[in-house]
């Protein structure tokens, strides 16, 4: 947990990663939301064929393990269910 006025806040931006499953055109992308906000969460977005006003899972939490565990256990399902 970082105090308020800590400036390492400037890390904590709305693009933190996007991967890219080529086989099954499906994105998930990791993002800090508000932008530099003590106040935020992340922010986990799966998306297929770019449609981002629909994603197929969302995930938000400001817990750090929570969001690995959430974007390990889907990368599994992406790499070896979704694209088949």
């Known amino acids: 947990k970082l105090e ?3 400036e390492r806040w400037f890390m904590f931006t ?7 499953h ?12 508000p932008d ?3 106040d935020g969460n992340y922010l986990v977005l799966i998306v297929k064929n770019t449609d981002w006003d629909n994603p ?3 995930f938000s939490s400001d817990d750090y393990s929570k969001v ?7 990368l599994k399902e992406i790499t070896y269910n979704w694209w088949k």
């Open 56 to 58: 197929i899972q969302e």
């Open 4 to 6: 308020t006025e800590d």
């Open 36 to 38: 530099l906000s003590s």
């Open 68 to 74: 690995i565990d959430f974007i390990e256990f889907h």
């Open 14 to 20: 709305e693009s933190l990663l996007q991967l890219y």
């Open 22 to 33: 080529e086989k099954s055109s499906i994105t998930l992308d990791l993002g800090w939301y």
